[in-house]
């Protein structure tokens, strides 16, 4: 009977003593502030503070080539064109200027293609009373000059990247901070590969639920069910 009172009072203890170490655990954890914290990086030297994205309004160009004996666009030019007023269906309802060059060596052959070029951007979508012809001087009075195309549209943009004012083994090592340049590539690339720059801002507001389609989900989902369960 005594030893077995013996292991008895033992287990107890060893009972009590793993609940007081759990619950010690359990304090300690609860007790650190940094284990919400993700990163040792202090939030001010955040990327997205350093290199942010904003919406802007900016200016899209597009150099079309003429060749001084061309009558026509060529079918590269055309496709050239093509995807120039694709980007402005997608990104503006502002005007498209067509700029020609005068006093050029191509200046006669710009002014003929001009129409045609018109044209290619009326049958791309661009409505015809959103393009403005306009002329330009071009430099080099002597020298071929391109058509110059053009349209303003809000646009996300970020800072130039490439910025290295200081010694990339220096303070950021020791105090455990970003660069100057770090994350720059990566806002630069997201700032050009989204479609809809009011994204940045803001969700967009859902369209409204669509009841029939809702119902016919609801009815083959039913359905499949029911076969499964074999009735």
Not at 179 to 186: D, L, P, R
Not at 191 to 219: C, F, H, K, Y
Request: glycine share 6%; charged share 15%.
């Amino acid at each position: 009977m005594t030893s077995a009172n013996s292991k008895f009072r033992l287990l107890r203890l060893a009972t009590a003593a793993t609940a007081i170490t759990a619950a010690a655990l359990l304090a300690s954890c609860a007790a650190r502030p940094d284990r919400v914290t993700t990163s040792s990086v202090p939030g001010s030297n955040d990327y997205r503070t350093a290199h942010p994205i904003t919406l802007a309004e900016v200016q899209h160009n597009l150099d079309v080539p003429i060749g001084t004996g061309e009558r026509r666009m060529t079918t590269p030019l055309r496709d050239l064109v093509r995807g120039f007023a694709q980007d402005y269906l997608a990104l503006s309802k502002s005007t498209v200027s067509i700029a020609v060059p005068a006093g050029a060596a191509n200046s006669g052959a710009a002014n003929t293609v001009k129409a045609e070029l018109r044209k290619v951007l009326i049958e791309s979508g661009v409505k015809s009373n959103h393009i403005v012809l306009t002329s330009y001087s071009p430099a080099e009075a002597s020298a071929s000059a391109p058509i110059k195309l053009s349209f303003v549209a809000v646009t996300a943009i970020t800072g130039d990247c490439g910025q290295w004012p200081s010694d990339l083994f220096g303070p950021s090592i020791r105090d455990n901070t970003n660069w100057e340049n770090f994350g720059c590539a990566t806002q630069q690339n997201l700032a050009a590969q989204i479609a809809n720059p009011a994204d940045l801002v803001g969700p967009r507001g859902m369209t409204p639920i669509d009841a029939q389609r809702r119902a016919e989900v609801i009815s083959i989902y039913r359905q499949d069910g029911n076969e499964a369960a074999g009735f």
